[in-house]
């Protein structure tokens, strides 16, 4: 911890959220690929299958609809801890003995890894986007690697 504590705050935050995001991709996998592989065992058919994620994706584009304006009116650490959260509740919901993942709980709680998702998602870029300066951002974004105004040779 003391290596952190040699960095300016900007970067430590940087490391927090950029850790924070990898750590929640990789859970957000795992639910889904316990899902796929559960009731691939139950013998559903592939199209049965990618249908338990409609909720997933239903609420996940209904919370980018509200997302911003989540961000903006409770900030955007709050909308992260919050998407953090409900992350952890979906991943408790398949603590459940193997009996009683029925369709309706799961597609539930792909509904609130949905939302978490895209709480964390929304968060997090906006996030890093206050983090990186102003010409920063632009010189990034310009798709050259050229500073703007500079020909390329």
Sequence with gaps: MSMLAGLSPSIRQYLLVTGNYWAFTLTD????MLVVLHFHDLDYSPLQ???LFLFYEIFGVITNLV????GARLGLNRT????LAMQVVALSMLLVPASMLTVPWVMA???LSGIAKDLNKMSAKSAIKTLVP????????SGS???PGQKMP
């Excluded at 996998?29 to 889904?32: F, I, T």
């Design 80 to 83: 992260m801890n919050i998407g």
């Design 49 to 51: 299958i990618a249908m």
């Design 29 to 32: 996998g795992a639910l889904r």
């Design 109 to 111: 709680a792909q509904a």
């Design 145 to 147: 690697p050229f500073s």
């Design 67 to 70: 997302g911003g304006w989540l």
């Design 134 to 141: 102003a010409n920063a951002e632009a010189h990034f974004t």
